[in-house]
């Protein structure tokens, strides 16, 4: 059957319509696709290639008829070609405005027609041109980064206030740095793509902070800046409430790291009240403030930018994990140890995080047993009379982890690993078996999940990597240490929250660029593949305040 | 009678894309500007001008005319009768015409006559003399007059018997639309539209009862003078911008010429009046010999191709001048035509230009666009010595000058009613 439909008033030629529809053609969904102007030569031709549709009758030679040959009728496909043809005449459109070639502009509204997905401002020009131009760009609805410094501070607010106000976000001014959507904005780092989002109010703040995450092997998500005044009284983290807001609806941002000098107080208490607000762990640094407390619910605070990075790390590997594995929230934990101090360490860790105090006595090695979760010691004398230690020995552990098939109250348990001369051959045999048995046991909706943490080396008999391949290979996740391993086991079993649909921040899926002042901004913009059009700014009328007015005036 | 500027530039913009001129003939400039039949008159390029503040080849070009019309035997002669105030200059522009360079015509030259069909208006021009030693850049040897005189008496009659013999004369605006597609942008070239003109015109030419000696010396001048169409050219830009600034509203610039002294726009909401500004002076290449310190100031009507959109703004569409004209190679063409986009609001659609992915030429040239970008309308020129006598000695480039988009930037502001 020949679907069809019309795209009126879009004259292209027939080579770029062949093209199209070659390509078209080639799309699974269909069996193909017949694209041309709609010229009474044209339609005879679609009529004798057996592409008619009536539809065409209605046609002029100005508009592009599309008919379809498929057999699916799963799709509509009228929809998908349709989605398809939209972005080949796109690619045409642009490939048109010139390939490699920069391209410019010497008008704000020329600019956005070369580039009409503009969605962002660059702004590196005279700071007492920028407000200006910052609220031409903002009028048109376009975001703003003001590079530029030396902007008034009523003007900040005045720009920051009627960003808001549109859902959009000025960064700056004097934001030296942000990276959105991949896109590199003035000085900035290239950095490998992760779940970290990152806010701050300084520019080297914020490439410390991305370069630190990057070496400890995570990436970033987005680096929005906001200049160094948005947390002042005055200004009052406009911005700043507006970079939480954009990640918190970034999906791919699991962690919000932030970086600011300590925010005026006034300030403070919205910014904290804000990232309480946001179902995603957050490391704040309000650098020069000692932080009073290293944790308060969903916010870590830290002291040096290394940390920052090392806390947002660390959570970015515990996110990341956890949503790979199934659901075993509202389970319990059991922590089943060889080593008497690693249990010790595991029950304060959980103790903390479930805000309850540690167990005073340990009685048969249990180190914790509340509201049903238990991290047991099985070094503890009890367990050893008669027999070698568990770290010689692990039958008695692979005994309990196998019992777990039974307790299906338990959704997590905590294993230690531990290995070099005296230890057992290899200790992941056993866990392995104790939870393939314990795993046969269990129905497919009642999943267990074993964390587990390795201690030894890479140059141990057992090889700290080999072992850590074997968990894996038996579905075992293996995280780097206890605390890790705890963030993840009460991420786990923590319900996720429903959350309320929230506002859409297109900017963070994809960045189009006009770039006013500096031109290698717009050509490290072109060269990383991110749309820009660089507008070559010069002041209204050459900077002639009464003709400038007269052209207002004259519009 | 229009709400706002904008309504009334776009009313501009639809009348400059509806207007078809079209060459219907070529007739004595007495009978084209009746002016010119009684006393001594002198058509020029540019703002009005007077003898003394004259350049050297509009000078010789007056001198020329002088002698080509008998009003005197001798140079002296004609040098005393310009001096003594005895010859009244008229800019071409006030009597719907134009001319190149000098401008200089006279009663008994021939003029071209160009009818807008759509809205009925004509424009007039002077005939392309070739190049070399030529009037309009101020020569005015026995050559040159003699040239004027075959001019006259058998190109123009001839030229003028074969326009007659189409319907509705030669349709320009087909013509243009292909020879800018074949590189040309109408003013430093229009090979291609000169070439398409003698095949258009051959045929009815054939039919003419001229003798074959004649008739070959008619051939031979157009099939060598590359520049013919230049001259219908702007015939044909005076038609459409002349139609355009009845419409008498809006920012749109209807003329820019200049006299060697001034550079002066017209603007459609502000009538007749004049804006100018102290001319700036051609940059470019020079023939063998000559250098920049000979070049005379900017001067001519041909600017015209200019306010129309095309000439310096369609440079893209002539890389085979580029380098000649000084702009560069092709990359600096399309820099040049990208940059004039800028201050012009619109894209003509019917002359669609290959080499700028067949955007349209630029139209519609708005004087608040030059004042608010300082970008003002590049001109591509030939360059005249600063003496008369000697002709062309090069190609080039010129700035229109700022100031006269300011002035009546304030003067519409003014009559507005709008103070700062």
Redesign the interface.
């Known amino acids: 059957m020949v679907q069809a439909f019309i795209k009126k008033g879009s004259f292209q030629?027939s080579v770029s319509l062949m093209l199209i529809s070659k390509k078209l053609s080639n799309l699974e969904e269909i069996n193909e696709v017949s694209v041309m102007m709609g010229t009474p030569a044209n339609k005879s031709l679609l009529a004798e290639t057996g592409f008619w549709n009536d539809m065409f009758n209605e046609a002029t030679p100005n508009d592009i008829c599309v008919a379809i040959k498929s057999d699916n009728s799963d799709v509509d496909v009228v929809n998908l070609i349709s989605e398809q043809l939209e972005n080949a005449l796109k690619n045409i459109a642009q490939q048109?405005?010139g390939g490699a070639?920069l391209l410019?502009?010497?008008?704000l509204a020329?600019a956005e027609q070369k580039l009409p997905d503009a969605n962002l401002v660059l702004i590196s020009i005279a700071g007492e041109y920028a407000a200006e131009l910052a609220e031409q760009a903002l009028q048109d609805n376009k975001n703003v980064m003001l590079f530029s410094d030396n902007v008034a501070l009523q003007d900040e607010i005045k720009l920051k206030q009627q960003a808001t106000a549109k859902d959009l976000i000025v960064m700056g001014p004097d934001c030296g740095t942000a990276i959105i959507a991949g896109a590199p904005l003035a000085f900035s780092n290239v950095i490998p793509k992760g779940n970290i989002g990152v806010i701050g109010a300084s520019g080297t703040g914020i490439q410390e902070v991305i370069s630190q995450i990057a070496l400890l092997g995570q990436g970033i998500t987005q680096a929005i800046g906001l200049g160094g005044r948005d947390l002042s009284a005055e200004v009052g983290g406009l911005s700043a409430l507006t970079a939480l807001k954009m990640l918190d609806a970034d999906d791919a941002t699991q962690v919000l790291t932030f970086v600011s000098k300590p925010p005026a107080d006034s300030v403070r208490m919205n910014i904290i009240h804000a990232m309480q607000q946001i179902h995603k762990p957050i490391v704040a640094l309000f650098l020069g403030a000692k932080a009073e407390h290293a944790q308060e619910g969903n916010l870590y605070f830290a002291n040096t930018l290394d940390e920052a990075a090392r806390i947002s790390a660390q959570l970015a590997k515990v996110e990341s994990t956890a949503v790979t594995l199934p659901t075993v929230a509202n389970k319990s934990i059991l922590g089943l140890y060889t080593g008497g101090t690693l249990a010790s360490e595991a029950a304060m860790l959980l103790a903390d995080a479930l805000k309850v105090p540690m167990s005073k006595t340990h009685d048969k090695g249990v180190m914790l047993d509340v509201k049903g979760h238990k991290i047991i010691d099985l070094g503890d004398d009890f367990y050893t009379v008669g027999r070698p230690h568990p770290m010689i020995d692990p039958s008695i552990r692979e005994q309990e982890i196998a019992d777990l098939g039974n307790k299906s109250d338990i959704g997590v348990l905590l294993v230690d690993v531990v290995i070099g001369y005296g230890a057992n051959a290899n200790p992941v045999e056993s866990i392995v078996a104790g939870v393939e048995k314990a795993t046969k046991l269990r129905s497919k909706d009642n999943p267990l999940i074993t964390i587990a943490t390795v201690t030894g080396s890479e140059q141990d008999p057992q090889c700290r990597s080999k072992q850590i391949e074997l968990l894996k290979a038996a579905g075992i996740v293996v995280m780097d240490n206890l605390p890790e391993a705890i963030l993840l086991t009460m991420k786990l079993i923590t319900p996720k929250r429903q959350e309320a649909k929230k506002q859409t921040y297109p900017l963070l899926d994809k960045v189009s660029v006009i770039n006013a002042g500096l031109r290698s901004f717009a050509e490290d913009l072109q060269s990383s593949g991110i749309p820009v059009v660089h507008y070559q700014w010069?002041p209204?009328?050459?900077g002639?305040?009464?003709?400038a007015?007269?052209?207002k005036?004259?519009? | 009678m229009y709400k706002s500027i904008n309504e009334a530039n776009q009313a501009i913009i639809d009348r400059i894309k509806e207007a078809r001129p079209h060459w219907i003939g070529v007739i004595p400039a007495k009978e084209a500007v009746p002016t010119l039949q009684q006393g001594h008159k002198l058509l020029h390029a540019g703002p009005p001008m007077t003898w003394g503040d004259m350049t050297g080849p509009m000078k010789g070009a007056c001198i020329g005319a002088c002698l080509f019309e008998g009003w005197a035997k001798t140079e002296p002669e004609a040098v005393a009768l310009l001096a003594n105030h005895q010859v009244e200059f008229i800019p071409c522009h006030a009597v719907n015409s134009v001319g190149p360079m000098g401008g200089i015509t006279s009663a008994n030259m021939p003029m071209l006559v160009i009818e807008n069909i759509t809205h009925g208006n004509r424009a007039y021009c002077n005939l392309n003399e070739g190049i070399g030693k030529v009037m309009r850049f101020g020569a005015y040897s026995e050559e040159v007059l003699d040239r004027h005189r075959w001019m006259r008496d058998s190109l123009a009659p001839a030229l003028n018997a074969a326009v007659k013999r189409f319907d509705k004369g030669v349709d320009l605006t087909a013509l243009m639309a292909q020879a800018i597609t074949m590189g040309d942008e109408f003013h430093q070239r229009n090979i291609a539209a000169s070439a398409l003109l003698l095949r258009t015109l051959s045929p009815k030419l054939a039919l003419l009862d001229y003798d074959k000696a004649q008739m070959a010396k008619i051939f031979e001048f157009l099939s060598v003078t590359d520049q013919f169409f230049l001259n219908l050219a702007m015939a044909y830009c005076k038609a459409v911008m002349d139609s355009a600034a009845t419409i008498k509203a809006g920012t749109i610039v209807t003329a820019m010429t200049r006299n060697g002294k001034d550079f002066g726009i017209k603007v459609s909401g502000l009538g007749d009046q004049w804006f100018t500004a102290p001319v700036n002076t051609p940059q470019g290449l020079f023939f063998t010999g000559y250098s920049q310190d000979e070049a005379n100031p900017d001067m001519g009507d041909s600017a015209i191709t200019e306010t129309f959109g095309i000439g310096g703004a369609a440079m893209v569409a002539a890389p085979g001048v580029t380098r000649f004209v000084g702009a560069g190679g092709v990359e600096a063409a399309l820099e040049t035509s990208e940059e004039m986009s800028e201050i012009y609001l619109e894209h003509n659609p019917l002359f669609q230009i290959p080499s700028w992915n067949f955007q349209g030429c630029c139209l519609g040239l708005d004087v608040r666009r030059v004042v608010e970008t300082g970008i003002t309308p590049l001109i591509n020129t030939g360059i005249a010595h600063k003496d008369a006598g000697i002709g062309q000695i090069g190609a080039g480039t010129v700035r229109a000058p700022l100031a006269c988009f300011e002035k009546a930037l304030e003067a519409y502001a003014k009559k507005m009613n709008i103070t700062e």
């Open positions: 030629d048109q405005q070639r410019k502009a010497r008008r020329s010069a209204i009328a050459g002639n305040k009464k003709l007015n007269i052209l005036k004259l519009q």
